[in-house]
């Protein structure tokens, strides 16, 4: 059973830094993709960013472009998500997700990723 269990959100201060970990157990990863998503008060969950566990290739929201990285430890399974410049609308609570993953598309929608971890708040004040 693949477990997924987030952490290092809190509160920060509008351009601020955070860095979310995503430990992951159950599973050898090597064919999995990693993503993490969130979910805003009042909002439907959006895609946020995504890593193959092998290579390591990646892809970001628009909104995550320049200012987010994804990355993982295979020897630690875990993903990171590192957050520099947030602003009051990063606010949400942030999700890492995996599935198996076959030929090349990056998924970006939640519905398809088959493993959820509980999710760690993230408060930006402005």
């Known amino acids: 059973q693949v477990q997924l269990v987030e952490s290092g959100g809190g509160l920060v201060q509008a351009g601020g830094s955070l860095r979310l970990s995503c430990a992951a157990s159950?599973?050898?990863?090597?064919?999995?993709?990693m993503g993490w998503f969130r979910q805003a008060p009042g909002k439907e969950r959006e895609f946020v960013a995504t890593i193959r566990w092998s290579g390591g290739n990646t892809y970001y929201a628009d909104s995550a472009k320049g200012r987010f990285t994804i990355s993982r430890d295979t020897a630690k399974n875990t993903v990171w998500l590192q957050m520099n410049s947030l602003k009051p609308e990063d606010t949400a609570v942030y999700y890492c997700?995996?599935?198996?993953?076959?030929?090349?598309?990056?998924?970006?929608?939640?519905?398809?990723?088959?493993?959820w971890g509980q999710g760690t708040q993230v408060t930006v004040s402005s």
């Open positions: 159950g599973r050898t990863f090597s064919m999995y993709a």
């Open positions: 997700a995996a599935r198996v993953y076959s030929g090349s598309a990056y998924y970006t929608r939640d519905r398809e990723y088959s493993y």
